[in-house]
């Protein structure tokens, strides 16, 4: 009999973990890094995984588990895992896709605003007097009306681009292949794309086939009045690029959710100020994640109950 059917893995938030716990047997790890430390009978009880974060957990850390099926990810990117590891294990893989895709499009559009209207300025120069002994912002940018770039036009990208449609801009997007999207312009690489647009909107899924995508000669292209929007992984545009890009005014700004090495971010980021960064929030709204932990543990159940999984990835 599995006495620990199921390993949680990972920051979970309290409320979600007393969750999966309440509903199934569990052991506790706080990363990939401590699965090596759990004994020997708890190991081979354990039959899935949920997982959270976004430190790399791969063949050998599964290996530890005689009897895993399922590695269950709090999120819909699952670059963490490497899947190819899990397959060749027989061990099933799921994400929670969708639930998130309205938070994630409004912090986008949210960071386009806030980077063209200088709101971080704005709000410093309300707050802190300044205005009443400088008088008014400089004049910033203006956002509706302009064309936009969309790199990666799956779920997310997609609910970004109709948002922005309704900030009457012209939709411009890169994809694998063109999609039946009548009156937006479909770009076969990513320089042409940002050749033709102000601004540019990196919505990819993270992982080894999408890492520098936005190469440096893409952030270029965009030229002196581009601004850059990044909320998918630090890993799909050239983060070196971007920061060169920044520091010489090479591109007018960026808003930035994403980045390598989170949370330990280039400080070069944090002496610029033609950049809004939030710090990997973009699902990060009460309902969202409720909506993301339900899903992950509905993966779990199914597979403990040998249901089908809802929502499988390989
Ligand atoms: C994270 C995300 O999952 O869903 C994704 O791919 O990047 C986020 O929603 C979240 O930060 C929890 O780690």
Redesign the pocket.
Known sequence: MSRTPLLIAGAFDAADKARLEAAHPSAYVAGPEDMASLDNETRASVRAIAY???KPLGGEAMDHFPNLGLIAN????YDAIDVNAASARGVKVTN?PDV?NDDVADLAVALLLAQCRNMIAGDARARTGQWAREGELPLNRKASGSSVGIVGLGRIGREIADRLAAFKMDIHYHARSEKQTPGWTYYADVVSLAQAVDFLVIALVGGPATEKYVTRDAIEALGPRGVIVNISRGTTIDEAALLDALETGKIAGAGLDVFLNEPNIDPRFAALDNVVLQP?Q???TVETRRA?ALLQLENVTAHLEGQPLITPVN
């Open positions: 959270k974060g976004h709090f999120g819909v990117g929670t998130l990997h973009g699902s990060g993301m």
